[in-house]
């Protein structure tokens, strides 16, 4: 363990540390929140594949339960707008349903419709996983933006590095059991059965991984803010200029001044 996450007993806090890693979770808190869309983002993901399977399992009617799945993120994606709110994870999702639809129509069999997100589920893990082992783990890819930090963590925060690197394996290792239970299933077991045990398991993997990568990230050091670090920059060089025109001001006064003392010297022996 090195001194970047080593922890501190409970005699070496103080008030200030106690504040600051207060600070730290709540800004973690907000960041994840942002970029994983939330509760609301939760029900957007969920609410399309529900309304599939439970259609298809009274009906078994797989044009019906198409319209109606990709009908209902379009609608998402619809109050999103009407509310000037941000659309990414309502957009992703109708993306994600789009495929399912056209994938099951082309092969015509209903349990196609969850193949396209399988695979996607299957390549994100294994993004997660080769990136950390490249050391450039996608979490900190995904959230440097988000804390305002970039890539800074890369070179410049070792400790919050490591944070990244942790919560990457675990996002790719619990996305890796979620296709291990559901490839299975995909071969073996009816669609509606499919349906629901895939429906069950998009809240609580989700729900874990972020909690995770919460744990991580607020005992990892602060983030690197680089935009308040551009702007300090520039804001340093502004006031160099303004420093450097105020001596050149002050140059040209003393000059002028000069000027004058020499001329009224040359009147006098005039």
């Given at each position: 363990?090195?001194?970047?996450?080593?922890?501190?007993?409970?005699?070496?806090?103080?008030?200030?540390?106690?504040?600051?890693?207060?600070?730290?979770?709540a800004v973690t808190e907000a960041a994840l929140f942002e970029a994983f869309g939330g509760v609301r983002g939760m029900v957007e993901t969920?609410?399309?594949g529900l309304l599939f399977v439970t259609i298809f399992t009274l009906n078994k009617n797989l044009h019906v339960s198409a319209v109606a799945a990709l009908a209902v993120s379009l609608l998402l994606v619809v109050v999103r707008l009407v509310r000037k709110d941000t659309v990414k994870h309502a957009f992703s999702g109708v993306f994600g349903v789009a495929f399912g639809v056209v994938f099951a129509m082309i092969t015509g069999k209903a349990k196609d419709f969850y193949l396209p997100g399988m695979l996607y589920t299957l390549g994100l893990a294994l993004s997660y996983l080769i990136t950390t082992l490249a050391g450039v783990p996608l979490i900190g890819l995904i959230l440097g933006p988000v804390f305002k930090e970039n890539?800074?963590?890369?070179?410049?925060?070792?400790?919050?590095k490591r944070a990244y690197a942790k919560a990457s394996y675990a996002w790719g290792l619990i996305l890796l059991a979620k296709c291990a239970i559901l490839f299975p299933l995909y071969w073996w077991a009816d669609t509606a059965q499919l349906g629901w045990v895939l429906v069950g398991l998009k809240i609580p993997p989700f729900l874990l991984a972020v909690y995770l990568t919460w744990v991580f990230l607020a005992k990892a050091p602060a983030p690197i803010d680089v935009f308040a670090e551009m702007e300090a920059a520039e804001q340093a060089e502004k006031d160099r200029e303004a420093?450097?025109?105020?001596?050149?001001?002050?140059?040209?006064?003393?000059?002028?001044?000069?000027?004058?003392?020499?001329?009224?010297?040359r009147n006098y022996d005039a």
């Open positions: 363990m090195t001194s970047d996450d080593k922890p501190t007993h409970d005699g070496d806090r103080t008030p200030d540390t106690d504040q600051q890693d207060a600070t730290n979770r969920v609410l399309p890539l800074s963590w890369r070179t410049r925060n070792p400790g919050r420093e450097r025109a105020a001596e050149r001001a002050r140059e040209a006064e003393a000059e002028k001044a000069r000027s004058a003392e020499t001329a009224a010297a």
